[in-house]
């Protein structure tokens, strides 16, 4: 295989990961980030400079380094349709086109996908205009409830109303106030259900599949599952109560399905097509799709892959991925993320030099993901919501908690705060 230039896109713990895995194989010549974080510095070139969404710069970037392929982390380029703008070029983007990106740009589309096709899914009602949403949570007991944007919001656009008060001040902002722009311009209302919820990724092309681990997600931003939701801030591969009976259902009533009667809808979704599920008493239930590895699932599942992942990039863009045995470690994950004071409202805490990043990166067990972090004056410091992605590893999961949170208690840098709970 001639060895490849890469380009990864986003500045987060997963593109950290991301890069961390490429650097790792042998057929990489030579690996870029755009933009990069003070984490993937280590592993690629990165360009602070130009944006995501800036497919015009990107091009001329791609052909400046002579980039290979491109691996989009985030999900904003994909709904706006990189794939599609490098059709005609020889760089080869790994994503569904902007057809299929809608399966996570909509969750409307996606909703009715679901319903259409017989894909379990808790019961919901989509609304257009807000007099129609207050109408229907004004003659309604059903609390509570979860109210959701229909577009891209960063994965904070999803309230769980527990009474009329609630319901209207959430739809409020999204409809009114336009707390999320475009995106709460339609919304939807959906069952409240109970139970674990699972993450489950697979990387598809023309109908094959390789499926990765499954992964539980932590999504509320306090301890006990209280506070609002956040874009993830915990992960555990594999969940503790998973068993081969919960893997067959959801593989069986949920991700084959979906892969198949996208095919007969006749959308070629080719990419990683990630379900978040919740397995309820009833069995799972499909939440939502995302076209894009998981936040913070992919830094508990990537590092338990042996396999090379640029031979998993080739396999995909041969269209061989039938053939490419996948290996794993035979160990458990837990991922806890580091996040700023104010996270996830706007008003953050940023700036502050981080301590004991060095000590906690030299702890046995454990691996250091940067998501939102900087170098100034040769200080690492946090910029963003969600700093740092702690990951530990062990034979069990509590094992893997343990060894997690060990290296948690090494950092430290005003308004830190994390979960005490994944496990």
């Given at each position: 295989?001639?060895?490849?230039?890469?380009?990864?896109?986003?500045?987060?713990?997963?593109?950290h990961?991301?890069?961390?895995?490429?650097?790792?194989?042998?057929?990489?010549?030579?690996?870029?980030?755009?933009?990069?974080?003070?984490?993937?510095?280590?592993?690629?070139?990165t360009?602070?400079?130009?944006?995501?969404?800036?497919?015009?710069s990107?091009?001329?970037?791609?052909?400046?380094?002579?980039?290979?392929?491109?691996?989009?982390?985030?999900?904003?380029?994909?709904?706006l349709?990189?794939?599609?703008?490098?059709?005609?070029?020889p760089?080869?983007?790994?994503?569904?086109?902007?057809?299929g990106?809608?399966?996570?740009?909509?969750?409307?589309?996606?909703?009715?996908?679901?319903?259409?096709?017989?894909?379990?899914?808790?019961?919901?009602?989509?609304?257009?205009?807000?007099?129609?949403?207050?109408?229907?949570?004004?003659?309604?007991?059903?609390?509570?409830?979860?109210?959701?944007?229909?577009?891209?919001?960063?994965?904070?656009?999803?309230?769980?109303?527990?009474?009329?008060?609630?319901?209207?001040?959430s739809?409020?902002?999204?409809?009114?106030?336009?707390?999320?722009?475009?995106a709460?311009?339609?919304?939807i209302?959906?069952?409240?259900?109970e139970?674990?919820?699972?993450?489950?990724?697979?990387?598809?092309?023309?109908?094959k599949?390789?499926?990765?681990?499954?992964?539980?997600?932590?999504?509320k931003?306090?301890?006990?599952?209280?506070?609002?939701?956040?874009?993830?801030?915990?992960?555990?591969?594999?969940?503790?109560?998973?068993?081969?009976?919960?893997?067959?259902?959801?593989?069986?009533?949920?991700?084959?399905?979906?892969?198949?009667?996208?095919?007969?809808a006749?959308?070629?979704?080719?990419?990683?097509?990630?379900?978040?599920?919740?397995?309820?008493?009833?069995g799972?239930?499909?939440?939502?799709?995302?076209?894009?590895?998981?936040?913070?699932?992919?830094?508990?599942?990537?590092?338990?892959?042996?396999?090379?992942?640029?031979?998993?990039?080739?396999?995909?863009?041969?269209?061989?991925?039938?053939e490419?045995?996948?290996?794993?470690?035979?160990?458990?994950?837990?991922?806890?993320?580091?996040?700023?004071?104010?996270?996830?409202?706007s008003?953050?805490?940023?700036?502050?030099?981080?301590?004991?990043?060095?000590?906690?990166?030299?702890?046995?067990?454990?691996?250091?993901?940067?998501?939102?972090?900087?170098?100034?004056?040769?200080?690492?410091?946090?910029?963003?919501?969600?700093?740092?992605?702690?990951?530990?590893?062990?034979?069990?999961?509590?094992?893997?908690?343990?060894?997690?949170?060990?290296?948690?208690e090494?950092?430290?840098?005003?308004?830190?705060?994390?979960?005490?709970?994944?496990?």
């Open positions: 295989m001639r060895k490849k230039n890469i380009l990864v896109l986003g500045g987060g713990g997963r593109e990961v991301l890069c961390w895995k490429l650097a790792q194989s042998e057929h990489l010549n030579k690996l870029h980030c755009i933009p990069g974080n003070a984490g993937i510095e280590k592993f690629a070139i360009s602070p400079h130009i944006s995501i969404t800036d497919f015009d990107i091009k001329k970037y791609t052909e400046k380094h002579e980039i290979h392929y491109i691996v989009v982390g985030p999900e904003q380029p994909l709904v349709g990189i794939k599609d703008f490098f059709e005609d070029s760089v080869q983007v790994f994503g569904p086109d902007k057809d990106a809608q399966l996570e740009g909509s969750k409307i589309f996606t909703k009715n996908f679901f319903s259409k096709n017989n894909i379990p899914t808790p019961a919901y009602h989509t609304f257009f205009t807000m007099d129609d949403a207050l109408y229907h949570i004004r003659t309604t007991s059903l609390y509570p409830m979860v109210i959701k944007a229909d577009g891209l919001a960063a994965g904070k656009g999803v309230f769980i109303a527990h009474n009329e008060e609630d319901a209207v001040s739809i409020k902002e999204m409809m009114e106030l336009k707390k999320f722009k475009e709460g311009e339609k919304i209302i959906e069952e409240f259900i139970g674990n919820e699972l993450s489950y990724q697979l990387i598809v092309k023309n109908g599949v390789i499926e990765l681990k499954p992964s539980q997600d932590f999504k931003a306090y301890d006990n599952d209280k506070g609002p939701n956040t874009g993830g801030m915990g992960n555990m591969c594999p969940p503790s109560w998973m068993n081969p009976d919960i893997l067959q259902m959801v593989k069986e009533n949920i991700a084959y399905r979906l892969v198949d009667n996208l095919s007969l006749g959308i070629q979704f080719n990419g990683v097509l990630f379900i978040g599920l919740m397995l309820t008493q009833q799972p239930k499909a939440l939502e799709i995302n076209v894009r590895f998981g936040d913070p699932e992919i830094q508990s599942v990537f590092p338990l892959m042996r396999t090379d992942f640029i031979e998993i990039l080739e396999a995909y863009f041969e269209n061989q991925l039938d490419i045995p996948i290996i794993w470690e035979n160990k458990c994950s837990c991922c806890v993320v580091v996040a700023s004071k104010g996270y996830p409202g008003c953050m805490d940023l700036g502050h030099e981080i301590i004991g990043l060095d000590m906690a990166g030299k702890m046995k067990d454990v691996m250091i993901f940067h998501a939102g972090t900087k170098k100034v004056d040769g200080k690492i410091i946090n910029s963003g919501g969600r700093v740092l992605n702690v990951v530990g590893f062990g034979k069990t999961s509590e094992e893997a908690s343990k060894k997690a949170y060990e290296a948690v090494k950092i430290s840098f005003p308004g830190m705060h994390y979960r005490k709970d994944i496990k």
